[in-house]
């Protein structure tokens, strides 16, 4: 069964960095494209990062770019969300999800809708 455990949500200064985990059992890391996602309240849910392992394949969006890393520790089957000179505008729910990269043609897809999503992880940047 494949699960998504997302964590390291908290509440930090602007300016700030936290680092999200993505704990992922049931599948291999190698075989699956892993993605980011973040919903702010009344707004609607935004890809911010993605990365392929297999290829080394990362995407990130326009908001993300410069500030956030996406990699993975494929031993620990563990991607990783990096996120440095945090805004409040940053603050969401982030989430992560998976899909396994032949449906996407073995080429990392923005905007590709995954299949298996995990719980949300709260981050909240005060001004």
């Known amino acids: 069964e494949v699960q998504l455990q997302a964590s390291g949500g908290g509440l930090v200064q602007a300016g700030g960095s936290l680092r999200l985990s993505c704990a992922a059992s049931g599948f291999t890391l190698d075989d699956y494209a892993i993605g980011w996602f973040r919903q702010a309240p009344e707004k609607e849910r935004e890809e911010v990062s993605s990365?392929?392992?297999?290829?080394?394949?990362?995407f990130h969006a326009a908001s993300a770019k410069g500030r956030f890393t996406i990699y993975s520790d494929n031993a620990k089957n563990t991607v990783y969300l990096q996120m440095a000179s945090l805004k409040p505008e940053d603050t969401a729910v982030y989430y992560c999800?998976?899909?396994?990269?032949?449906?996407?043609?073995?080429?990392?897809?923005?905007?590709?809708?995954?299949?298996?999503w995990g719980q949300g992880t709260l981050v909240t940047v005060s001004s």
């Open positions: 999800a998976a899909t396994p990269y032949f449906r996407m043609g073995y080429t990392l897809t923005p905007g590709y809708k995954y299949n298996y």
């Open positions: 990365i392929s392992t297999s290829d080394g394949m990362t």
